[in-house]
């Protein structure tokens, strides 16, 4: 029987990071969910589709075929056979990935993908509604916290080093913008399941965040 944890909250709070550090301690298998729904979004934007156009994107998501790869240490996402890693990244992907996911299709498309992963396998998915949708059962529920002010430095950090060009005032506009999306799309919510265990990464370094999140998975599992 497969071991599940589901790791949930807002963008730039370390969950990414956070979850293949785990993953890698505890020989967990890891899902990036937000990848997923990114490479959608990536898709519709080639196309030139807008998220208002719903039957467009149906047949877009007819056809679509999203894959992870191992490359080292890295996991690679691929859309349509090509890798898009880098590509899902971007400040525009940022700006557009909340209103491609907040529609009901594309859930009703991804969210099977996600629990069909778990059912044979120990993991730890990181996403939005992990612990509310996609596994309501998880055996272990973390919901990341941290403010809005340092998850907007972060991001701004980290875009820096890839060369992107955006102020900080920018980043911390966008993720106030798509976090109003998530907490108040009509689908699956941005919310803390009632069960979740917080942790406030705010003011915790990533191997303090990673130390206290795999002992409340070794606590569970012993």
């Known amino acids: 029987m497969s071991f599940i944890v589901a790791i949930d909250g807002p963008a730039g709070s370390g969950k990414g990071t956070i979850t293949k550090l785990v993953a890698k301690d505890l020989g967990f298998i890891t899902v990036d969910t937000g990848a997923m729904y990114r490479a959608v979004a990536l898709e519709c934007i080639n196309q030139g589709v807008s998220y208002t156009d719903l039957d467009k994107i149906e047949k877009i998501l007819e056809n679509i075929k999203i894959e992870f790869k191992k490359s080292g240490e890295n996991q690679l996402v691929f859309l349509n056979g090509k890798n898009v890693s880098e590509a899902i990244r971007t400040p ?40 509310t949708v996609v596994f309501p059962n998880a055996n272990v529920k973390i919901f990341l916290e941290c403010s809005l002010e340092e998850r907007a430095r972060r991001r701004y950090k980290q875009n820096l080093q890839k060369g992107i060009d955006e102020t900080y005032e920018e980043v911390l506009e966008s993720m106030k913008e798509r976090h109003k999306l998530e907490v108040e799309r009509e689908i699956s919510p941005f919310v803390k399941a ?8 705010t003011n915790l370094t990533i191997p303090e965040v990673v130390e206290t999140i795999e002992k409340i998975i070794r606590d569970k599992m012993n």
């Open 194 to 201: 009632t069960d979740a265990i917080t942790v406030d990464s």
């Open 92 to 131: 525009e992907i940022d700006d557009v990935v909340a209103k491609y996911s907040a529609i009901k299709i594309v859930r009703e498309k991804v969210t099977p993908i996600q629990r069909k992963m778990g059912e044979h396998q120990d993991i730890i998915m990181e996403g939005r509604d992990i612990g």
